[in-house]
């Protein structure tokens, strides 16, 4: 039965809905439509990754998917000044805090914790300061997420993208990824972190990431958006949620 407790949340990342609609310069499709589909659906979060290059979503897109959405807002973004200035005036639920290259295609790693850690401090001290929860996207590792608690943050987002990567891979090497960010998702709500995860996840994968009961929230974006070209969106996030809904019943 799910309750309260063994819930696991979606969030939708709706990063390239704005991809395609950069593509061509103009307005459509509308990454506000998806966030109200992914409502309906049954998503129970929207995420937005705000770039410095701003090559998906603007600025203009988290105004109005603070004051038209009816679902908590997760604004991933780099530790800077520009983007702290950004999530203070608008107070998303929640700052997701990643690494960002310009050159990346997409958030290949975690964060690294030991960089600049005192300006990553006050950016966490000052988001928290203005009632905005803070989450850190880290690799598995058990210094990192002792980092994390040290640094403040109320969540770490563990990047699952090795796993992802090494699903079609032996059963070692797929079994030893699985161990790592389940081992580690331990240790993080042990010490009191909230414990999320993301990161090239298909309904495969999350199937089986899903059974790491410590953690409360899967992020999804690029399997989503693709999917939805031939199964339609809303189909693919009530897929997802009966998914993930069926790992923890
Ligand atoms: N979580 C974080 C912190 C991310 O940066 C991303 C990618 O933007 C995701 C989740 C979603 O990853 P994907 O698009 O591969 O599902």
């Known amino acids: 039965m799910i309750t309260e407790d063994n ?17 061509r310069g103009g307005l459509h499709p509308d990454p506000l439509r998806a966030a109200n589909i992914a409502y309906q659906a049954g998503a129970d979060g929207i ?13 203009h897109d988290i105004e109005r998917l603070i004051k038209e959405i009816d679902l ?41 914790l030991n960089v600049n850690s005192h300006k990553l401090e006050d950016c966490i001290k000052k988001l928290k300061e203005n009632a905005i929860k803070v989450s850190l996207f880290i ?8 980092k994390a608690k040290e640094l403040g943050a109320d969540i770490v987002e563990i990047h699952t993208g090795s796993f992802a ?3 079609h891979n032996t059963k070692k090497i797929r079994d030893k990824e699985f161990n790592q960010i389940s081992n580690i998702s331990s240790f993080a709500n042990e010490i009191g972190l909230e414990v999320h995860a ?8 999350a199937k089986v990431i899903s059974r790491i ?34 790992e923890r019943s």
């Open 198 to 205: 993301g990161h090239g996840l298909t309904f495969d994968t």
């Open 139 to 146: 690799d598995p590792q058990k210094e990192d997420i002792e």
């Open 47 to 59: 995420t937005a990754h705000l770039r410095e290059d701003r090559r998906h979503i603007s600025d």
């Open 213 to 246: 009961t410590v953690l409360k929230e899967l992020n999804i974006g690029h399997f989503i958006i693709g999917e939805a070209v031939f199964e339609g969106l809303d189909c693919v996030i009530k897929k997802f949620r009966a998914i993930l809904n069926n």
């Open 72 to 112: 908590p807002l997760n604004l991933e973004m780099a530790a800077t000044q520009e983007m702290l200035d950004i999530a203070i005036k608008h107070k998303p639920n929640a700052c997701c805090i990643v690494p960002e290259k310009r050159q990346e295609i997409t958030t290949e790693g975690g964060l690294n």
């Open 165 to 167: 990567n090494n699903f």
């Open 7 to 23: 819930y696991l949340r979606l969030g939708v990342n709706i990063d390239h809905v704005a991809t395609i609609r950069n593509a």
